[in-house]
């Protein structure tokens, strides 16, 4: 027996196509739009209109589509933005309560991730990598909060990046002996800097004969290497039992055998267990949300202690031990993201105090 799913699916396909399967059923979707609404009402819908419904994410399909578009988010049914290049703009799009609703319902079928009452927080992955955030009343005031944050498939190598103008020649040396003599490199950056982008591109140079775990909240990095797996956090079931958080992945990353250990995002206690699987002589790869390569550093040692039991000492020492290079990235007021500084931490003469030696910076 066909499942409902694969049903769904086919008559996607088919209206993506255009061919006769496909026109037969926009045309039937025109007919009961008459027939329930009244031809005048009816005819505000066009045939592209009936197919972005039908064949994907509705109205929201186009601009997911578009390769400009970094990321959109909805905050009601008149309030629909896009950004591209870093800049956003109000785009002239309805989306109604219940349609915005529909559309989350369909993201997260193949998710297997639930939003409602008792869990309003939603992440998950889109079928084509993108990643989706949702927040639902009472959390939020009164609509549902949704954004999709797109990744740019463009975006593979060091190279990529070095023809965007996000690296420089020399920086990418760097980078490079770094990745290939096996060292552990923090990224860090703000929110869209390109953190992500720049753990996948140093993916990219690893040699085939590694082997990538990867651990993240939501699937987001991506990587063409022939042995990598990935593993993503699950919430907790409706008897609040069942969560895996990334502190238990880090950990059941070190039983599968990984020579490249990367943790999408170190922001909480998982920090420490990451520290401690580094030091056993895994190199890494990682980012964390700061503004500075001495800031990540700091950040670093704070989470850590607030893992618990341990002494800024021993995190500091396990830190120099560990991270071989943190690299900075930002995103200029144009949108052109760039990589800020490369460094290292050292220690501050003989106190046990972290400092950064510069390795690279603009000229």
Known sequence: ?????????????????????????????????????????????????????????????????????????????????????????????HLAADE???????????????????????????????????????????????????????????DDLVTRGTVAPDAKRILQVAVNEGRTVLVSGATQAG?????CALLSELDSRERIVTVEETFEISTRHPDAVGMQCRGASLDGVGEVTLRRLVKEALRMRPTRLVVGEVRGDESLDLLVALNSGIPGLCT?????????????VTLCQLAGGVSEAFVTSTILATIDLVVHCRMDGDGQRRVEAIARPVALGGSGELTMESLWAPK
């Open 100 to 158: 915005l609703r529909t559309l989350v319902e369909r993201m997260l079928r193949r998710s297997g991730r639930r939003v409602d009452v008792s869990q309003p927080f939603v992440d998950a992955s889109l079928p084509d990598g993108s990643r989706l955030h949702v927040v639902i009343p009472p959390i939020t005031k009164e609509h549902w909060s949704l954004n999709i944050r797109k990744f740019s498939a463009a975006v593979r190598t060091l």
């Open 1 to 93: 027996m066909t499942s409902t799913d694969s049903i769904v699916d086919r008559v996607r396909r088919a209206v993506l196509s255009g061919d006769d399967l496909g026109r037969s059923i926009v045309t039937e979707v025109k007919r009961a739009n008459e027939r329930a609404l009244g031809e005048a009402e009816a005819s505000e819908f066009s045939e592209s209109d009936v197919t972005q419904r039908l064949s994907g994410f509705g109205v929201l399909q186009p601009y997911l589509d578009d390769p400009t578009v970094e990321e959109i988010w909805v905050n009601d049914s008149s309030a629909v933005f896009v950004a591209r290049s870093g800049r956003h703009e109000r785009i002239p799009t």
């Open 195 to 199: 953190k992500t982008t720049m753990v």
């Open 288 to 300: 964390i949300h700061a503004n500075s390569t001495s800031d990540a550093i700091r950040k670093l």
